[in-house]
């Protein structure tokens, strides 16, 4: 008897719970805006918006018609934080993969000495190291 009237209750409360009202997002206007492609793969584009919102992108296609054909490009945006900060980050996207900057960014700390030590000793000994850190090809001594 509890639970039916506790789930007549429930049922009660949800059916005149008063729907929330959401606000429509604002509509922001585009102030500027350009883009360029020619055949040979070269594109361009850039736009500004009314709410502080910038953005550029360049690209080309590298080493066309062969089997590693790939697009390398570069760019940039910035735009207003919620917190107030006016962010900016650039990037370029390549063969050897996806780079950006940035002063909000964070940064890598330094390499210890002891660290920096060993590197410089295996490049002064011409050893050889595969991607995951692992002795490829010692050098004869």
């Known amino acids: 008897m509890k639970l039916l009237i506790a789930s007549v209750l429930l049922v009660a409360v949800a059916v005149h719970a008063?729907?929330?009202q959401q606000q429509p997002a604002p509509?922001?206007?585009i102030l500027k805006y350009s883009q360029q492609q020619d055949p040979a793969?070269?594109?361009?584009?850039?736009?500004?918006?009314e709410n502080g919102i910038q953005a550029n992108e360049d690209g080309?296609?590298?080493?066309a018609g062969t089997d590693s054909e790939s697009t390398a490009k570069q760019g940039s945006f910035s735009y207003p934080g919620p917190d107030?900060?006016?962010?900016s980050l650039s990037y370029v996207a390549?063969?050897?993969g996806f780079r950006a900057s940035g002063a909000h960014l964070p940064t890598p700390p330094?390499?210890?000495a002891d660290i920096l030590e060993s590197l410089k000793e295996n490049e002064r000994e011409g050893n050889e190291f595969d991607e995951q850190g692992f002795l490829k090809k010692k050098r004869a001594v």
């Open 18 to 20: 008063r729907p929330q």
């Open 60 to 63: 080309t296609v590298v080493r």
């Open 27 to 29: 509509v922001i206007q």
């Open 84 to 87: 107030g900060v006016y962010y």
């Open 110 to 112: 330094p390499i210890p």
């Open 94 to 96: 390549d063969d050897e």
């Open 41 to 49: 793969g070269y594109y361009s584009f850039s736009f500004e918006t």
